[in-house]
């Protein structure tokens, strides 16, 4: 637990945390709940604990976000208790990249500027709010397994269940965490430490539980078959809705295809460095880019198979968390060759960091459009 201290000297994580966290809680008061929030409220508040696991599997989500807000659904009548779980998550995920991230302060701010997290994950009260802590903490973990299995476990299994669309990058790293701790003592010929093997079953055991609530959700849950059934089109209209969510969200929402110089130019950059950082991952850390595409196909092939109609802001930029995980590991490791462009530390921070600048724009219209305007991002 020792990277989780607190430091006596460096303050500058608490001042930008308290900052976040005034900036964002402003948007919050502001902000009018629609339907998929309340829906979550309502739910914790006047269903019973015996009657809530069985009922998720119609919702298609896990349990561990309703097992968070169902207590202050109990207690309170207020749905902004859900609201500051929500708001809280994330001053608590900025805080832990301003401390514990080995990202410059550019590369920080520029984050925490972008529209996930000025806006969408602290403001719009959903289980992808608490998606960027557990990945951030994951982060600070990857490299403490040994002492920490327990922690580790938790993380895993809490994030699995929070939403279904990160259990593949839980799984990789599930797979790594086996590998360390199981298959190379055994491949030594070691003695097996009886609490990774606690660990490694009770990890397991969230996996099956994910997967028997899945297959329940299929034949029960209205938006798995809310979808397009031409997958070629559905595939193009993923790829759109990535792009595009990560500009405005309000080409999602209106479905607009209005092109200009802005856009087009826009959406240039935006694969230019996308590709890039793929691509740079792959020059540095090739096991790094598989934890970074795999879990980006299985989000696509999720969407593509189910509600490919309804790809929203929220949903796109959980991938994005995968992305600062990847780079959060890679500049921790920094073991860069230097050996050519795509190698070089100072470029790939150059390329990372303009991928989240790219996003601030959408944050900061997102952001005045609820506070300024009723219903504006809950229409």
Not at 12 to 30: D, E, G, N, R
Not at 232 to 239: D, E, P, Y
Request: with cysteine; charged share 15%; hydrophobic share 55%.
């Amino acid at each position: 637990m020792a990277e989780l201290k607190l430091s006596r000297i460096n303050k500058k994580p608490f001042v930008i945390a308290f900052f976040y966290a005034l900036i964002t809680i402003f948007a919050v008061f502001h902000h009018e709940i629609w339907a998929d929030e309340a829906q979550v409220w309502m739910l914790t508040k006047y269903i019973s604990l015996p009657e809530l696991f069985p009922h998720l599997v119609n919702e298609g989500h896990p349990p561990f976000f309703y097992l968070i807000v169902m207590p202050f659904a109990k207690l309170f009548n207020n749905i902004i208790w859900m609201q500051l779980i929500c708001w809280f998550s994330s001053v608590l995920a900025i805080f832990l990249l301003w401390n514990n991230s080995k990202f410059s302060s550019l590369t920080k701010a520029v984050i925490t500027l972008s529209a996930p997290f000025i806006y969408f994950f602290p403001t719009i009260a959903r289980s992808y709010s608490i998606i960027p802590l557990f990945v951030f903490l994951l982060a600070i973990f990857h490299d403490k397994t040994k002492e920490h299995p327990f922690v580790y476990t938790f993380l895993l299994i809490a994030l699995t269940h929070t939403h279904v669309i990160m259990a593949m990058f839980t799984f990789l790293l599930f797979i790594r965490f086996l590998y360390i701790n199981i298959y190379l003592p055994y491949k030594n010929k070691e003695k097996q430490d009886k609490k990774y093997i606690i660990s490694s079953i009770l990890i397991i055991l969230g996996f099956f539980g994910l997967f028997i609530q899945l297959v329940g959700t299929t034949s029960s849950n209205v938006y798995i078959t809310f979808r397009d059934d031409d997958k070629v089109a559905a595939l193009a209209r993923i790829i759109f809705a990535f792009i595009f969510g990560s500009m405005d969200a309000y080409y999602i929402k209106s479905h607009a295809n209005y092109f200009n110089f802005w856009t087009i130019s826009y959406c240039l950059i935006y694969m230019a460095t996308f590709a890039l950082m793929a691509i740079m991952l792959f020059k540095n850390n090739k096991k790094l880019f598989l934890l970074f595409l795999i879990p980006s196909l299985f989000q696509i092939a999720v969407y593509t198979i189910t509600y490919n109609q309804l790809v929203l802001p929220t949903r796109i930029f959980t991938l994005y968390t995968i992305i600062i995980f990847a780079f959060w590991i890679l500049f921790k490791e920094d073991n860069f060759s230097e050996t050519g462009f795509l190698s070089k530390k100072k470029n790939i921070k150059a390329i990372f960091t303009l991928f989240f600048a790219l996003m601030i724009f959408n944050g900061i219209k997102s952001y005045y459009a609820d506070v300024a305007f009723d219903y504006s991002a809950s229409k």
